[in-house]
């Protein structure tokens, strides 16, 4: 593996080994005990053209934790604004050799172009509605840590498939990994085709939800579409919105993910989403620090 750019390109033993070495710097961490030089003298480069704040402090932090520096690019102050062109950005950037480049782009395959050009390991913090390598892996660690597999588990993915790359990402590894994987979501923000097989839609929480171990709810990615595409978001809360009576009702046993931003009163009720005993919401933050030193190491790592 050089680079990270989707789930499509791992295999199920490829994310088996990332899973054991994300597993690895768990216990690490709790232990307070690992390779702090692991990437000592690394220099990798963060290039978020979107807004992040899970994913973008959680890839420094692990960075961080492994003994390399990080340098932070900044779009606001950037030549792209003077005029330069994305191409010449990137040349100009590979050419000062970072030893990796952590990228996010709201372009399809962006950062496909840019490993095509980097002298050096890219790792894909999510780009368009294409993929999101890190979250996908980060919430299959969770999974595997609360169930003990994700073989047969029956996970329901309910919101804005149409425009998530976190939904692609989620259905490309949960499949591979022998996972049940259902889609709940209104018509207009279901895509024609998933990418993958054997994966069942549904249109309604009542029947989606049934049987579930979980239930990961997803943002509506306003910025990804032409036109309001939902007349208005309380119309959609009392369709797809999860609350505590209705999971109480569908799927009792089920746990709630999400992998944020949580948009308060949209994807969720508040009481679901601070429920201790049901939602694995802040542990999928705290399993993306282990999952990308696990992914760090392996690509950056000498
Ligand atoms: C997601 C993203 O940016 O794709 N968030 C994340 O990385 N944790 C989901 C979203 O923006 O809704």
């Not at 709201?106 to 890219?122: I, Q, T």
């Not at 999400?258 to 919401?281: F, H, Y």
Request: with cysteine.
């Amino acid at each position: 593996m050089k680079h990270l750019l989707g789930i499509d390109a791992l295999d199920k033993d490829a994310i088996l080994a990332i899973l054991d070495r994300a597993e690895f710097y768990v216990r690490a961490l709790q232990e307070k005990d690992w390779d702090r030089e692991r990437l000592r003298h690394k220099l990798i480069l963060h290039l978020f053209f979107e807004n992040s704040t899970r994913t973008l402090i959680s890839f420094e932090m692990a960075a961080k934790r492994l003994g390399a520096e990080v340098v932070n690019w900044d779009l606001e102050t950037s030549s792209l604004s003077k005029g330069e062109n994305f191409l010449d950005t990137i040349d100009t950037l590979c050419a000062m050799k970072p030893d990796a480049i952590v990228m996010r782009h709201s372009e399809y395959g962006a950062p496909l172009v840019v490993a095509k050009r980097a002298p050096c390991p890219v790792i894909n913090g999510g780009d368009s509605w294409r993929e999101h390598p890190t979250q996908a892996l980060l919430d299959a660690l969770t999974m595997r840590r609360h169930f003990g597999t994700l073989e047969g588990l029956c996970v329901a993915i309910v919101g804005d498939i149409a425009h998530s790359r976190v939904a692609s990402s989620n259905i490309e590894l949960l499949t591979r990994m022998g996972a049940h994987v259902r889609v709940i979501a209104p018509e207009i923000l279901m895509p024609e085709k998933l990418p993958a097989e054997g994966v069942e839609k549904f249109s309604s929480l009542e029947m989606g939800l049934p049987g579930a171990d979980v239930i990961m709810t997803l943002r509506l990615q306003k910025e990804r579409m032409d036109t309001a595409l939902i007349a208005s978001d309380t119309a959609y809360f009392n369709e797809y919105g999860l609350t505590t009576a209705i999971v109480d009702r569908f799927a009792p046993k089920a746990m709630i993910m999400d992998p944020g931003p949580l948009v308060r009163g949209l994807q969720m009720s508040d009481d679901l989403a601070e429920d201790p005993a049901r939602s694995l919401i802040l542990k999928q933050v705290a399993n993306g620090i282990p999952t990308r030193m696990a992914v760090l190491d392996m690509l950056v790592g000498d």
